[in-house]
């Protein structure tokens, strides 16, 4: 008991946690009823939402909450994911990474060059969501702008919210992928193993801070 | 909005076949600009048989009374002033709404099963009860013709009496029309009807009279007669080659199949990343 208490090192903060999964939770809502509206495929999960009537209706202010609420993130989060030149190496060797040869990497900080790219996607992906979600929000917004607009407002929200999708999977595969990642973000500590191993840079930082 | 039909030709965000054993005549409007008077009568009986009243506007300097379509108001008059040829001035009055595209962009962007079909005789409806308000039609319309009510968040939009055509009765606009402007009746009928109209006109010296029935939307179920074919702009904007937008294209016929297909896909490498790289473990013993 006390041996594994003392080799676990605090990631995330009570109010990081807090901060990732409301932001989380509104993803999760945003995306499900996006993809509603999206492709008939998806059209089912309008049930989820109490019919399509409500999806439209909800979407939005979902939408514009996980906006708000990602601000917090991208503030705490900003000086941890500054890309390095050790970063651009990692991407390289993106086959040593898939194959769970990680010995053969660059030695990575807090973040690893995949996390610090999904973060400046989100960075850059959420304000283009909010300003194209903004011209196609009936019946509030819409109206005052030209139909070209709305067109191409239209595709680029399809094509921002695929994006971030997608990096959102990778995401939640990489905490399933990676053993010991999920607890940073449900209880705030990870071994001292796993961030040897994942994050040593970071290890070092932390245990010459400790002494 | 209309009954139960089995003869429905294409049917929003649906892939399977919808009801369709009936099939039905090819039927359009022929709307003769030439012969229209602007007397507005089209609209009081679109009104009257739709059961629709408009709030009641202010003149806004022009005759176009009310200035736009609205959730009420499914057919305007468009009055536009026009000096073809320097000196002579024309007074072009065009009845606006929907044209019944053969291609329906509307039909194409709605996300919503069932809340836009097309029947086999060429009529787009709106299925209102299907409607969950979200403007993809207004989006994927080439002609800015459907409006959402402030009301109900619905669309609504000329359903060229779909209800009054499936009993065997012509359009409400129609039946109304004083001069016989406006005309309905199969589309190769009124092709033809068309054509001696087209001939009349240019015997009386308008040589470039002509029909809107414009080919990038597959044909139109609503039809013009134009004096000056060569030029639709100058009858209130009317597109000379309207097609559905590559936008909308772009959104609906690429970038929805494929990145619904990407989703699948990419959740499937994940799957099998796993079960054949499998998971990255913490290889160290933990140490105290």
Redo the contacts between chains.
């Keep these: 008991m006390m041996r594994t208490e003392s080799a676990l090192i605090q990631r995330y903060t009570r109010s990081d946690r807090v901060n990732h999964w409301v932001v989380a939770i509104t993803f999760i809502l945003a995306a499900l009823s996006g993809l509603a509206l999206f492709d008939p495929i998806f059209f089912w999960l309008t049930n989820l939402f109490g019919g399509g009537p409500w999806t439209r209706i909800l979407h939005p202010y979902v939408g514009l909450l996980m906006f708000i609420l990602f601000i917090g993130m991208a503030i705490r989060f900003w000086y941890s994911n500054r890309l390095t030149a050790a970063d651009r190496q990692w991407m390289k060797q993106w086959r040593d990474v898939i194959g769970n040869h990680e010995e053969n990497l660059p030695q990575v900080g807090k973040y690893n060059a995949g996390q610090k790219y999904v973060f400046w996607a989100l960075v850059i992906a959420l304000p283009l969501l909010l300003l194209t979600g903004f011209v196609m929000w009936q019946p509030w917004f819409t109206p005052y702008f030209s139909i070209g607009w709305v067109r191409l407002a239209t595709v680029v929200h399809a094509l921002a919210a695929f994006c971030v999708i997608v990096l959102i999977m990778v995401h939640i595969y990489a905490a399933i992928w990676v053993k010991g990642s999920v607890r940073a973000m449900t209880r705030g500590t990870v071994t001292a193993a796993w961030a040897k191993q994942h994050h040593a840079a970071w290890h070092n930082e932390i245990s010459k801070g400790a002494k | 909005m209309a009954l139960q039909s089995l003869d429905i030709k294409a049917r929003s965000?649906?892939?399977t076949p919808s009801p369709a054993v009936r099939e039905t005549l090819k039927v359009a409007k022929l709307i003769d600009v030439s012969k229209c008077i602007g007397c507005k009568a089209c609209q009081v009986a679109c009104m009257e048989w739709n059961d629709v009243r408009d709030k009641i506007g202010t003149n806004v300097g022009v005759y176009d009374n009310p200035p736009d379509l609205t959730e009420d108001s499914w057919t305007v008059m468009r009055f536009s002033e026009v000096e073809v040829q320097p000196g002579k001035l024309e007074w072009l009055i065009r009845k606006d709404g929907c044209m019944h595209c053969a291609d329906p962009g509307c039909l194409k962007a709605c996300?919503?099963?069932g809340a836009i079909v097309q029947y086999s005789n060429g009529i787009v409806d709106f299925h209102e009860e299907?409607c969950?308000?979200?403007?993809?039609c207004?989006?994927g319309c080439p002609f800015?013709i459907p409006r959402?009510s402030?009301k109900d968040?619905k669309a609504y939009k000329c359903s060229l009496c779909s209800d009054r055509v499936a009993v065997g009765l012509e359009p409400a606009c129609v039946k109304t029309c004083p001069t016989g402007a406006i005309v309905f009746g199969s589309k190769d009928d009124m092709m033809r009807h068309a054509d001696l109209r087209i001939i009349d006109l240019k015997q009386r010296g308008y040589g470039n009279a002509g029909l809107y029935d414009p080919p990038g939307v597959g044909g139109t179920h609503v039809m013009y007669v134009l004096q000056h074919a060569d030029m639709p702009e100058i009858y209130h904007g009317l597109p000379k080659n309207p097609t559905i937008?590559p936008?909308?294209s772009?959104?609906k016929g690429i970038?929805?199949?494929l990145?619904?297909w990407?989703?699948g896909l990419?959740?499937l490498a994940?799957f099998f990343?796993?079960v054949t790289?499998?998971?990255?473990?913490?290889?160290?013993?933990?140490?105290?």
Excluded: D, F
């Excluded at chain 2, 969950?132 to 993809?136: D, R, T, V």
């Excluded at chain 2, 998971?279 to 105290?288: A, C, L, M, Q």
């Design positions: 965000a649906t892939t996300p919503s099963p299907n969950i308000g979200c403007g993809y207004i989006t800015n959402i402030k968040g937008s936008m909308v772009l959104w970038a929805k199949p990145m619904s990407g989703l990419v959740a994940g990343h796993y790289v499998g998971p990255n473990e913490v290889k160290e013993e933990e140490e105290t």
